[in-house]
């Protein structure tokens, strides 16, 4: 079993940035892949980062803006979006996946946080 909460959401303009946090607690966190996901209306894979060795991908939509990082000592997976857009606004949710390979479907993902809203005005 594996508890998500995310922290972090609010409300920017249009070229900011915003760090959404993603707290993790449960037992051998380390076999888990970590994801974002973003709902607006359809859920759809943002970033995601193996929590052992670090490797990470990137939904094309948001390469070269955002970046997904892990804390092993806080058990804390972050998204960092730089270059935020109105079409970036939607909540945001964190996922843990045992899935082998690079899982971007949400059934994939076997625990999820309770979502972050992110609202970007132009």
């Known amino acids: 079993q594996v508890q998500l909460v995310e922290f972090g959401g609010g409300l920017v303009q249009a070229g900011e940035s915003l760090r959404l946090s993603c707290a993790a607690s449960?037992?051998?966190?380390?076999?888990?892949?970590m994801g974002w996901f973003r709902q607006a209306p359809e859920r759809e894979f943002v970033a995601a980062i193996m929590?052992?060795?670090?490797?990470?991908y990137y939904a094309d939509s948001v390469k070269g803006r955002f970046t997904i990082s892990r804390d092993n000592t806080k058990n804390t997976v972050y998204l960092q979006m730089n270059s935020l857009k109105p079409e970036d606004t939607a909540v945001y949710y964190c996922?843990?996946?045992?899935?082998?390979?690079?899982?971007?479907?949400?059934?994939?993902?076997?625990?999820w946080g309770q979502g972050t809203q992110v609202t970007v005005s132009s």
């Open positions: 449960g037992r051998m966190l380390s076999r888990y892949i």
């Open positions: 996922a843990a996946s045992l899935a082998g390979s690079r899982p971007t479907m949400p059934w994939e993902y076997n625990y």
């Open positions: 929590w052992s060795g670090g490797s990470t």
